[in-house]
């Protein structure tokens, strides 16, 4: 793993990735004492994180390299697919990877997404249309949907 710490407006960000794409993005500085840092390596990545974070990207266009359970993977798949701008409940995931009893799997699924922001797990809201929790916090999942919000007004 090759790891970059970047500055964001939503404060620093913790990218990791390998030969196949970015492994990981954390919220703060999450680097590991022993790390190999490349911000080269990590360029590609940090760039489109800036431009989404500016409202001037909606789409990432890079690989990713994602570890975990057969559940977690299809999970992270079906959050890729939730359109820019809107949102899914926990039940509305579950549905649609054909585990309609598992929402609450599927929260822990999203908890685990080790690509927070590429793999929107921000776009995830309660059935009944609440916020719940984020690992960046709940004020940045609101300011992420609000960017989302506005950006797709001016581009639409």
Sequence with gaps: MRYALIQTPVGPLTLASTERGLALLHFGDCVPKDAVVDEKANRPYAEQLREYLQGERMHFDFALDMKGTPFQLAVWRELLRI????TRSY???ARSI???GAARAVGMANHDNPVAIVVPCHRVIGGNGSLTGYGGGLHLKQKLLSLEQ???TLFT
């Design 83 to 86: 359109p820019y701008g809107q």
């Design 91 to 93: 039940g509305d995931i």
């Design 98 to 100: 054909g585990k309609p």
């Design 150 to 152: 506005q950006t797709r």
